[in-house]
């Protein structure tokens, strides 16, 4: 192999691709995105509400509920139970109410109905609210009719959240804080990355060796340097360009973030109180929770997971990247790879599958064998990391994974070497394997 013209295929396929206003503009626009993901959220949730201080009249016919609502600065609750319903809401568009919320007598069982009415839709906090309030009515005088003594210290004393710290513990006996759901979110993230990586940037190998295939670039190109090499250049070219990429991805995600934070006035990490209710419950903004996420944050091997990352990105890219190569050398034009592709796709689909079923069980017999097949171990692999996987498991997973890009690395060069000049004829599964015959 002549490393000079490897080289030069390489810069060529790396500056080409470069230099395109789609590159140019995905690499710019990508990081905006995923920074506006983070920051839209927590800028949103700091606004102001467009409508506080909305008046709504309660016209509790029950006589148990009026007084769970309990007005504040989103709500000021005006009370009449004998207020005429109907002659209120035709008068709703002059009126400065809000909303009229009617609760019915209780029946036999303490059961009532609530009906609101409004000029427009009343929004799904309101609605929520107003549920909230009723419930709790409800609730108590169901309660209260069981004539159970000091009902309420009881109901308080048996109320108990619990929350469960979890640690891990080496075999030397030392014990490392850990949330699971911060693992299970980098699991997800890196292995799905991963598989976006793959299939974006093997399928641009494919459409690249289309093109010069379409465009007979490649009958010059190929006088002057091999098959293997002309195929291996453009992988590892292509391959460049995925990691630069990728680098300025999070370089320009976290400047944005970082500017738009100083810029703003935004202090994300402190940002929780605004967003406190669309949290889940025990994932509140309190100083002891924050203190035990960035304990479990602390307690992570970051640098093992990123170069683990790196290892599978890198090499499940090369072996993804020699298939369709190979099938881009097959065709004429993109429209001709659907039949071609589907075995090499179908293993990522199920390795998608399979990640998502790792990262919830990332120490079942399924979760292992998806790790180290080949073919899946690149997405699911990367979904066992953050939990701890076994040196042994991850040295046999890479080791597979190096040799059967290698393998498949032959067998596509074999297609490639005669489908990149064959031309005029839909190559079909039994051309394919004649050509690796000859």
Not at 192 to 197: A, E, G, R, S, T
Not at 241 to 258: E, G, H, R, S, Y
Not at 259 to 273: H, N, P, R, V, W
Request: hydrophobic letters at 50%; a neutral charge.
């Amino acid at each position: 192999m002549d490393k000079n013209k490897l080289f030069l295929i390489i810069s060529r396929e790396f500056s080409v691709r470069v230099k395109k206003k789609s590159f140019i503009l995905l690499t710019i626009l990508t990081p905006i995105f995923m920074a506006l993901l983070i920051i839209l959220p927590t800028v949103i949730m700091s606004l102001s509400p467009s409508e506080r201080g909305q008046k709504i009249l309660v016209v509790d016919k029950s006589g148990e509920c009026e007084k769970y609502f309990i007005s504040n600065e989103d709500y000021i609750y005006q009370f009449d139970p004998n207020a005429d319903v109907e002659s209120t809401k035709k008068n709703l568009a002059t009126s400065d109410l809000y909303a009229v919320v009617e609760i019915s007598p209780m029946d036999s069982a303490y059961n009532v109905s609530v009906s609101t009415y409004s000029n427009k839709q009343i929004n799904i906090d309101t609605k929520e609210e107003i549920e909230k309030c009723v419930e709790r009515g409800i609730r108590d005088k169901k309660l209260a009719a069981y004539n159970i003594q000091d009902l309420d210290s009881i109901i308080k004393d048996i109320n108990t959240k619990v929350d469960v710290r979890t640690y891990t513990v080496s075999e030397e006996g030392r014990e490392k804080s850990g949330m699971v759901e911060i693992n299970m979110a980098i699991s997800y993230i890196a292995s799905l990355l991963i598989y976006m990586f793959i299939f974006m940037f093997g399928s641009m190998v494919m459409r690249g060796v289309i093109d010069e295939k379409s465009n007979r670039v490649v009958e010059v190109i190929i006088s002057s340097v091999k098959p293997f090499e002309l195929m291996l250049g453009k992988i590892l070219g292509v391959g460049a360009v995925a990691l630069l990429q990728f680098l300025i991805w999070i370089v320009l995600t976290f400047a944005i973030i970082f500017g738009a934070q100083a810029f703003m006035g935004i202090d994300l990490a402190s940002a929780g109180g605004s967003v406190q209710g669309t949290l889940p419950e025990g994932f509140s903004a309190s100083g002891d929770k924050l203190g035990e996420i960035l304990a479990a944050l602390s307690g992570i091997n970051f640098g093992y997971i990123i170069v683990s990352f790196l290892a599978y990105f890198i090499l499940g890219y090369l072996l993804y990247a020699s298939m369709f190569a190979a099938v881009g050398s097959a065709v004429d034009n993109e429209t001709d790879t659907q039949q071609l592709t589907i075995p090499i796709t179908l293993p990522l689909i199920i390795g998608l599958f399979l990640m998502i079923h790792a990262f919830r069980f990332p120490d079942s017999s399924l979760s292992f064998w998806g790790s180290i097949i080949p073919f899946t171990s690149p997405m699911v692999m990367m979904a066992r990391v953050p939990f701890g996987v076994p040196l042994w498991q991850l040295v046999l997973s890479i080791v597979l994974l190096l040799a059967t890009f290698l393998f498949m690395t032959y067998v596509s060069a074999k297609i490639y070497r005669v489908g990149i000049l064959s031309y005029g004829k839909k190559a079909t599964w039994k051309d394919l394997m004649k050509w690796l015959k000859l």
